[in-house]
């Protein structure tokens, strides 16, 4: 009789088990008849499944034509292309490049060439080396997020943008907005930027004032300014937990880990680790701004604040 009753409910388990699959599987199959492409299914009182426009799966969009990441994104963050809405959405890139068909990590251009007034976003970067030929012009309310920004010897954990070997010397890899005063609510947060032993900048803040910030960067092998905040960046920031390290490059007089100039305030710099291990560049920090704090300072190997 235990034997028996034991079997009975083995049987009994496991038909809750196949109605559960089967009512997943038909809520599957209901949201993928009432969504749009890359959409995820929600539910609405009135229409029941449907499709959030809020969150768009960047992966969906991958096709031979559109065979790097950035393209993918730039077919996305297109209005004219009827996926992104105006009020704007999460974008989540973090399938790729492990989506069919297969996708590069090497770019072709910038994600937002060509597009004229890209609505709002936040872009979820994936794990591992995206390779730019070219700056990075973030607009207005664009919040760009990584996997994670730590680099060691040998190891790259996490995202990280790197220069190509086209990439114009002495420019930014990543720039906020394209003109003076024209954005607000620009932040990257969560990655890397190698500069591959070459004379280019890291972030360069010319533009974007209140609610713009960096948290949790790391730049590396960049011989020209790390981070560079001028001109109309008022009440921009915090620029946070920032790591800047040669490894074992050279720098020269137009080396400097990070450069505050010419505005009347920021909400200051918190948490920066400058590392050079040969031909120590003339100054670690330039500040010509009043109203900025810079606190929690790790200099190694470079002359300190001026």
């Given at each position: 009789m235990r034997?028996?009753?034991?079997?009975?409910?083995?049987?009994?388990?496991?038909?809750?088990?196949?109605?559960?699959?089967?009512?997943?599987?038909?809520?599957?199959?209901?949201?993928n008849a009432q969504g749009t492409q890359g959409q995820d299914a929600v539910y609405n009182s009135s229409n029941g499944v449907v499709g959030s426009s809020a969150f768009i799966d960047a992966g969906m969009f991958a096709t031979s034509q559109r065979a790097n990441i950035c393209a993918v994104l730039n077919f996305v963050l297109n209005p004219l292309n009827g996926i992104i809405t105006s009020a704007g959405a999460v974008i989540d890139a973090r399938g790729i490049p492990g989506i069919t068909p297969p996708v590069s990590m090497t770019c072709t251009a910038s994600p937002w060439a060509g597009i004229t007034n890209p609505p709002a976003s936040t872009i979820l970067l994936p794990s591992g080396t995206i390779v730019i030929p070219s700056k990075w012009v973030l607009p207005s309310s664009t919040h760009l997020i990584g996997e994670g920004s730590t680099l060691s010897a040998g190891f790259t954990p996490g995202t990280t943008l790197q220069v190509s070997s086209s990439f114009t010397a002495y420019t930014p890899m990543i720039q906020f907005g394209s003109s003076s005063g024209c954005c607000s609510?620009?932040?990257v947060e969560k990655l890397a930027l190698d500069g591959g032993g070459t004379f280019v900048n890291g972030i360069e803040n010319a533009n974007a004032g209140d609610?713009?910030?960096?948290?949790?960067?790391?730049?590396?092998?960049?011989?020209?300014?790390?981070?560079?905040?001028?001109?109309?960046?008022?009440?921009?920031?915090?620029?946070?937990?920032?790591?800047?390290?040669?490894?074992?490059?050279?720098?020269?007089?137009?080396?400097?880990?990070?450069?505050?100039?010419?505005?009347?305030?920021?909400?200051?710099i918190h948490g920066l680790s400058c590392t050079a291990e040969n031909n120590d560049p003339p100054a670690a920090v330039l500040l010509?701004?009043?109203?900025?704090?810079?606190?929690?300072?790790?200099?190694?190997?470079?002359?300190?604040c001026k």
């Open positions: 034997c028996a009753a034991r079997l009975g409910s083995a049987w009994m388990s496991l038909g809750i088990v196949g109605v559960l699959l089967c009512g997943l599987s038909a809520f599957a199959t209901l949201a609510a620009i932040s609610l713009s910030y960096v948290d949790h960067i790391a730049m590396v092998r960049i011989l020209g300014t790390g981070l560079w905040v001028h001109g109309t960046a008022n009440n921009s920031g915090p620029y946070s937990n920032i790591t800047y390290d040669l490894v074992g490059y050279s720098g020269n007089s137009s080396t400097i880990c990070a450069n505050i100039n010419g505005l009347s305030g920021t909400r200051g010509d701004s009043s109203n900025n704090s810079i606190e929690d300072v790790k200099i190694v190997g470079l002359k300190r």
